[in-house]
């Protein structure tokens, strides 16, 4: 039986966080050495499936349809396409693929059916793969689970308080349960957060309360690196210093020792050696690929490199639990219920929210 804790409060994270750096990194690796090998890392693509035009107003995201940036939004792309996309991300290394929609939730139809053939074609690549769609339902977490779904993300994207900060159009509650609806089936949760966006030490400590105090804790959590895109709220937000990065890994690495705790985005903005350095302190996994989503990441052959120059090893999928099986649409043992879930609208006002959107509106 595991003896991850779970009753983790925000004195104890910031007690952790706030340690002197090199106590605080011993700490991490050594936690990581027990629970993981050192030396490998986890290497997953993360594919748009469907960009822009989305309904809600996360402060930190270009793919809002009320704010006005560069992303060229696009309709759903087809399973053949998915599938080109898959092969290539398995020919480089990759054994997750993670697809993601701008949706605000899953509505049960065509797109729906077409998302779920996508996740039998890829899971039967041997790959794991990973959806990313906004809320779910448990039926339709259901759904996803036979099709072979492997991971659901859903990110928490910051503690409970500092949410109302960043998004007015959907509820903490209905992410969490949403998270809910996948603990109900064998599928895995993927769930972090993003830690730039304006936020204090204490509100990361709060975003890591949430997420660890979640039993079970997450197999996987992302920890993002705000990238600041022109246009959205949060377009003048400084950078994250890579200072910061180490320490939110490595708190995060020990308050939950089994998760892989995934760079994501931001990671152009560090060097080989800050990488390194979360590496040491407990991150193993890295998206792949030179776009997520829509905002910039490193090059394929520059994450080759920095594996070969670190001797790191790439994860072989299903190494954590085994491969799920595939039942074809038509032995479906579940049926879409045509739901209408009435997921929040928190509706407050966020003022930077607010301000972006009327900019929005001047330069369309
Ligand atoms: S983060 Fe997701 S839900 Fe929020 S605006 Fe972007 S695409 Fe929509």
Same mark, same amino acid.
């Given at each position: 039986?595991?003896?991850?804790?779970?009753?983790?409060?925000?004195?104890?994270?910031?007690?952790?966080? /706030?340690?002197?750096?090199? #106590?605080?990194? $011993?700490?991490?690796?050594?936690?990581? &050495?027990?629970?993981? =090998?050192?030396?490998?890392?986890?290497?997953s693509?993360?594919?748009?499936i469907?960009?822009?035009?989305?309904?809600?107003?996360?402060?930190?995201?270009?793919?809002?349809?009320?704010?006005?940036?560069?992303?060229?939004?696009?309709?759903?792309?087809?399973?053949?396409?998915v599938?080109?996309?898959a092969?290539?991300?398995?020919?480089?290394?990759?054994?997750r693929v993670c697809m993601g929609a701008?949706?605000?939730?899953v509505?049960?139809?065509?797109?729906f059916?077409?998302v779920l053939e996508m996740v039998r074609t890829i899971n039967k690549l041997?790959m794991e793969v990973c959806c990313t769609l906004?809320?779910i339902?448990e039926n339709q977490a259901q759904r996803l689970a036979e099709a072979g779904l492997y991971a659901y993300n859903h /990110?928490?994207?910051?503690? #409970?308080?500092? $949410?109302?900060?960043?998004?007015?159009? &959907?509820?903490?509650? =209905?992410?969490?349960?949403t998270?809910?609806n996948v603990r109900k089936t064998n599928v895995t949760v993927c769930?972090?957060?993003?830690?730039?966006?304006?936020?204090?030490?204490?509100?990361?400590?709060?975003?890591?309360?949430?997420?660890?105090?979640?039993?079970?804790?997450?197999e996987s959590?992302?920890?993002?690196?705000?990238?600041?895109?022109?246009?959205?709220?949060?377009?003048?937000?400084?950078?994250?210093?890579?200072?910061?990065?180490?320490?939110?890994?490595?708190?995060?690495?020990?308050?939950?020792?089994?998760?892989?705790?995934?760079?994501?985005?931001?990671?152009?903005?560090?060097?080989?050696?800050?990488?390194?350095?979360?590496?040491?302190?407990?991150?193993?996994?890295?998206?792949?690929?030179?776009?997520?989503?829509?905002?910039?990441?490193?090059?394929?052959?520059?994450?080759?490199?920095?594996?070969?120059?670190?001797?790191?090893?790439?994860?072989?999928p299903f190494?954590?639990k085994v491969q799920p099986q595939t039942v074809?649409a038509?032995?479906s043992?579940f049926?879409?219920?045509?739901?209408?879930?009435?997921?929040?609208?928190?509706?407050?006002?966020?003022?930077?929210?607010?301000?972006?959107?009327?900019?929005?509106?001047?330069?369309?």
């Amino acid at each position: 039986m595991s003896d991850t804790k779970h009753n983790w409060t925000k004195e104890d994270i910031l007690e952790i966080y /706030n340690k002197p750096l090199m #106590e605080l990194l $011993y700490e991490a690796a050594t936690v990581h &050495r027990v629970n993981h =090998d050192p030396n490998v890392v986890q290497v997953s693509t993360l594919l748009s499936i469907k960009t822009g035009g989305c309904s809600e107003d996360c402060g930190y995201c270009p793919q809002a349809a009320r704010y006005h940036t560069n992303v060229k939004g696009n309709d759903l792309m087809s399973v053949p396409q998915v599938k080109a996309q898959a092969l290539r991300a398995k020919a480089s290394g990759s054994s997750r693929v993670c697809m993601g929609a701008a949706w605000r939730n899953v509505k049960d139809g065509e797109e729906f059916d077409t998302v779920l053939e996508m996740v039998r074609t890829i899971n039967k690549l041997d790959m794991e793969v990973c959806c990313t769609l906004g809320m779910i339902t448990e039926n339709q977490a259901q759904r996803l689970a036979e099709a072979g779904l492997y991971a659901y993300n859903h /990110n928490l994207d910051a503690s #409970e308080e500092y $949410y109302k900060e960043v998004i007015s159009t &959907r509820g903490y509650q =209905d992410r969490l349960d949403t998270i809910d609806n996948v603990r109900k089936t064998n599928v895995t949760v993927c769930s972090g957060g993003i830690i730039g966006m304006g936020e204090n030490i204490e509100d990361r400590a709060g975003m890591l309360v949430a997420l660890s105090t979640l039993n079970p804790q997450p197999e996987s959590t992302p920890i993002n690196a705000l990238v600041a895109v022109e246009g959205t709220p949060l377009e003048d937000e400084k950078p994250v210093s890579i200072w910061e990065m180490i320490r939110m890994v490595a708190t995060t690495r020990i308050v939950m020792p089994e998760t892989q705790v995934r760079l994501s985005a931001g990671r152009t903005q560090m060097s080989r050696e800050g990488q390194a350095m979360c590496f040491f302190a407990g991150a193993n996994s890295i998206f792949a690929g030179d776009k997520l989503l829509t905002t910039p990441n490193p090059d394929v052959n520059e994450d080759l490199k920095m594996f070969e120059l670190l001797g790191l090893n790439p994860q072989k999928p299903f190494t954590k639990k085994v491969q799920p099986q595939t039942v074809e649409a038509n032995d479906s043992e579940f049926e879409s219920l045509g739901e209408k879930p009435k997921w929040t609208r928190p509706k407050h006002k966020i003022e930077r929210n607010e301000l972006a959107k009327e900019k929005g509106k001047l330069v369309k």
